[in-house]
């Protein structure tokens, strides 16, 4: 039975569709993993998923990623999925389609295609005025003609990038994302994204070995986001969030979640650069 604490990319036993059932979001979000070979280019310490390793997405066999999302699609649009699921009816509706998994979707060499694809079958189902298409991306590979290209294509089915920054200095990101980046590059891919298509920052705050993000961490993350309203950067806005899982990375003890309190305020420093702020815990 699919719960809200369950966001198994093997739930749904298929190799690029998974559902996760969400409170937050009212409903359930149709995940899309472009990387069944759990790769990814960075290594962020409260990463759930097990057995990750560096890499990028391998080939994606887009036939059977299409007929997949059509089954799976079917199955709850005009099957009975929601009552198999025992799912309550409050949450009983799709909320959008989200390309995330077990890895960063954007090193799919196949990524402006599989935007496509997902036009055309949010077309065939007539979702593509009713729900979001989000992609949920750590940026890196933005410069990239082709992902320029998805995300281009992105904006005109109500698409929104949810761009990860989990720290906003050099040390920070080589501490929690294990990436060397400065944040001139972060800066300007963020830039390029918020110019593509909506985009939101994500970051992920955590206490590690008992402590919470330093007062030089804290200060480093609003002066970046005040360098980016400078520059007139068309950020949406803010997703805050906790722990809500065990990581599966060896940091993983050494990791606790803040307190509620600690997370609203901290929203409302960011709240009075004139930015909205949701959190999620």
């Known amino acids: 039975m699919l719960t809200v604490e369950d966001h198994s990319r093997d739930s749904a036993g298929l190799t690029y569709v998974y559902p996760v059932l969400s409170r937050r979001a ?6 899309i993993n472009l990387n069944p070979n759990n790769k990814c280019n960075w290594r962020c310490i409260y990463c759930q998923v097990s057995d990750l390793s560096r890499g990028s997405a391998p080939e994606i066999d887009l036939e059977k990623l299409s007929g997949e999302l059509r089954q799976f699609l079917q199955d709850v649009l005009q ?3 929601f009552e198999r699921q025992n799912i309550e009816p409050d949450l009983r509706t799709i909320k959008d389609i989200a390309l995330s998994g077990n890895g960063e979707p954007t090193s799919s060499a196949e990524f402006d295609k599989i935007i496509i694809l997902l036009s055309k079958i949010m077309q065939e189902f007539d979702l593509r005025d009713q729900i979001k298409l989000v992609l949920i991306t750590n940026g890196s590979f933005i410069q990239r003609p082709d992902v320029q290209k998805g995300l281009q294509n992105m ?3 109500n698409g929104e990038i949810w761009f990860k920054l989990d720290s906003a200095t050099e040390q920070g990101m080589k501490r929690i994302n294990n990436v060397n980046r400065t944040m001139n590059s972060v800066m300007a891919n963020l830039d390029r994204a918020c110019r593509l298509c909506p985009t939101w920052l994500q970051t992920c705050v955590f206490q590690q070995n008992g402590y919470p993000p330093s007062d030089e961490e804290q200060t480093a993350y609003l002066n970046f986001i005040q360098q980016l309203l400078k520059n007139n950067t068309p950020l949406k806005g803010i997703l805050l969030y906790g722990l809500a899982r ?10 606790t979640a803040l307190s509620p309190d600690w997370l609203e305020n901290y929203a409302d420093r960011i709240r009075q650069l004139s930015l909205p702020v949701k959190i999620s815990t």
């Open 26 to 31: 009212g409903g359930l979000s149709v995940g």
């Open 246 to 255: 065990p990581s599966m990375q060896p940091e993983a003890t050494d990791l």
């Open 79 to 81: 099957g009975d999925f």
């Open 155 to 157: 904006s005109e089915l």
